[in-house]
């Protein structure tokens, strides 16, 4: 497949851009000026390839040829920081425009786990998620007006929002929900994200879904 990713430069983008050239996808990762990724050789893949683009995620106009012919569009794009931000929203949007002028429907985009309480334990739901929400105010803000602006797309999206991200190799356990959190998943390694976002792609029982994932 032709996968567009965006915040490719990012440790998630950069794991996904590995991943899904390795997987024999055709990948352009899109990053900013200045920016670089050092995108898998030939010898590392099994028939994908890589190619870098330097964009503006925030400019619609700059990225709709980026997007244009691709099979489906992954955001991994993160806030800079805890302060206020507008990064998930505003890319969100100059990406929902410009698959909308393109014709392209399977988005993909990463949230966080901290802005959903469903299902949740009575520790993690009245001491955890308070302090959480205290300290990542600006952030989980941001996340929360980006979800609401792609759930009103008419796009095939599915929102992918795991736990705090570690390093390190892939465990290989994935656990999922679509009706709530996961009991008892605290974090998940970022290349256990990248392997998941590439194993929804084409997955339907995903589509127009939230899915709250970890280890």
């Known amino acids: 497949m032709k996968l567009v990713v965006f915040g490719a430069s990012g440790r998630m983008g950069i ?30 893949t099994v028939g994908g390839a890589g190619e870098q683009v330097t964009a503006d995620v925030m400019d619609p106009q700059a990225i709709a040829s980026v997007v244009e012919g691709c099979d489906a569009v992954l955001s991994v794009l993160g806030p800079p920081g805890n302060g206020p931000s507008t990064v998930l929203t505003d890319g969100a949007q100059s990406v929902l425009r410009a698959m909308g002028e393109t ?8 949230s966080v786990a901290g802005i959903h309480s469903k299902g949740d334990g009575p520790v993690t739901k009245y001491v955890v998620k308070p302090i959480l929400q205290r300290i990542l105010r600006e952030p989980f803000a941001d996340a929360r007006r980006m979800e609401q602006l792609v759930r009103a797309s008419e796009l095939d999206w599915t929102i992918v929002c795991p736990p705090k991200l570690t390093t390190g190799a892939a ?3 994935i656990r999922s929900n679509t009706d709530g959190t996961v009991r008892g998943g605290f974090t998940i390694t970022r290349a256990d994200v990248a392997a998941y976002l590439l194993s929804a ?15």
């Open 15 to 44: 794991e996904l851009v590995r991943q899904g050239v390795a997987a024999g996808h055709e990948v352009t990762a899109v990053v900013r000026e200045g920016s670089t990724v050092q995108l898998p050789t030939p010898a590392g």
């Open 103 to 110: 014709g392209v429907r399977r988005f993909l985009v990463v």
């Open 171 to 173: 465990k290989g356990t």
């Open 201 to 215: 792609i084409d997955n339907a029982a995903v589509i127009r879904k939230t899915v709250v994932i970890a280890n």
